[in-house]
């Protein structure tokens, strides 16, 4: 069983900044895909940003040019800097891995971190 390991989710303010991790095993964070999603009370899982190994980033609208996606391959760990943070925010954050493996999707989730945004 693959282990995503995330950290960093907490209470902060309108306007406040927060950094999420997640740590994979190695021969995970250098073939996959590694996204973070997060689900609000009430509504569905959506994807919020994604890094693959080559680097390239993706972004949902509602969070691009506040949040950042990015990988530090010494401790195979990625990282989303969240800026700007707003009430719609406020949801449980799951790091997810993700690769074709012939023709079949290999799907991996972390256990999830709350973040809360509010006065």
């Known amino acids: 069983q693959v282990q995503l390991v995330e950290s960093g989710g907490g209470l902060v303010q309108p306007g406040g900044s927060l950094t999420l991790s997640c740590a994979a095993p190695?021969?995970?964070?250098?073939?996959?895909?590694i996204g973070w999603f997060r689900q609000a009370p009430g509504k569905q899982r959506e994807a919020v940003a994604g890094?693959?190994?080559?680097?390239?980033?993706n972004y949902a609208d509602s969070v691009k040019g506040r949040f950042t996606i990015s990988r530090d391959n010494a401790k195979n760990t990625v990282y989303l800097q969240m800026n700007s943070l707003k009430a719609e925010d406020t949801a449980v954050y799951y790091c997810?891995?993700?690769?074709?493996?012939?023709?079949?999707?290999?799907?991996?989730w972390g256990q999830g971190t709350q973040v809360t945004v509010s006065s």
């Open positions: 997810n891995a993700a690769a074709w493996i012939v023709d079949r999707l290999d799907n991996h």
């Open positions: 190695a021969t995970i964070f250098s073939t996959y895909t």
């Open positions: 890094i693959n190994s080559g680097d390239s980033t």
